[in-house]
């Protein structure tokens, strides 16, 4: 069965780069119709979608953060990383990886990491 | 505010249909499926609905959806307290290149 694991500093400087890592087992990333996606939630707000990488390679962000974000895989390591620049007290969330392309559904997030919260604080 | 439209609420009593909805426009559920997602408190979302009415293995068929035009809704038969939860709708924007949306979400309390 296939589970995810966000990874990486609970607490980031204003300016700095927030760095995650979402190691998956249980399955390979590099299987072709899987999608990996990563989304926050800011304490007591909504979920908003940061960006997607594909098994082709290619990859997709929102045009609200796509200046500072990078997603990547390790196939190696059968990890996904997410790396976001010049943060903000803004950028404080949970940070959730997600599994996609449940049956086809490219954008269907059908299986979640437990989520990890980054504070952004000086 | 997001996109797509939701109600902040909800609320009914057990054994009650409720119906959540999540209004859009043509470049997004207008052209594209909508996915529904329950969270419940401290935990992470969970995939309910996707392609607008297909459910994943394992969830219950007291939920349902369905979308018309440029709005979709999520419906909850046979309300239990289980269910008290925050629901999302979601679905892929045609502008911009594209991208994922998220809809504010809506708080379920069950009476």
């Known amino acids: 069965q296939l589970q995810l694991q966000e990874s990486g500093p609970g607490l980031v400087k204003p300016s700095e780069t927030l760095s995650l890592t979402c190691t998956v087992s249980?399955?390979?990333?590099?299987?072709?119709?899987?999608?990996w996606g990563w989304i926050r939630q800011p304490p007591g707000k909504g979920l908003e979608w940061i960006g997607s990488i594909y098994y082709t390679g290619s990859s997709d962000y929102n045009p609200s953060l796509k200046s500072r974000v990078t997603i990547s895989e390790d196939t190696s390591k059968n990890q996904v990383a997410l790396k976001l620049t010049s943060v903000t007290a803004a950028d404080t969330a949970v940070y959730y990886c997600?599994?996609?392309?449940?049956?086809?559904?490219?954008?269907?997030?059908?299986?979640w990491g437990q989520g990890t919260m980054v504070t952004v604080s000086s | 505010q997001s996109v797509l439209s939701q109600p902040p609420s909800a609320s009914g009593t057990p054994g009650q249909r409720v119906t959540i909805s999540c209004s859009g426009s043509?470049?997004?559920?207008?052209?594209?499926?909508v996915n529904w997602y329950q969270q419940l408190p401290g935990t992470a979302p969970k995939l309910l609905i996707y392609?607008?009415?297909q459910r994943p293995s394992g969830v219950a068929d007291r939920f349902s959806g369905s979308k018309s035009g440029s709005s979709a809704s999520l419906a909850i038969s046979g309300l239990q307290s289980e269910d008290e939860a925050d629901y999302y709708c979601a679905t892929w924007d045609d502008s911009l290149n594209g991208y994922v949306l998220f809809g504010g979400g809506t708080k379920l309390t069950v009476l």
């Open positions: 043509s470049s997004n559920i207008g052209s594209n499926n």
């Open positions: 249980g399955g390979s990333i590099s299987r072709s119709s899987y999608y």
């Open positions: 392609n607008n009415f």
């Open positions: 997600a599994k996609q392309g449940l049956r086809g559904a490219r954008d269907a997030f059908d299986i």
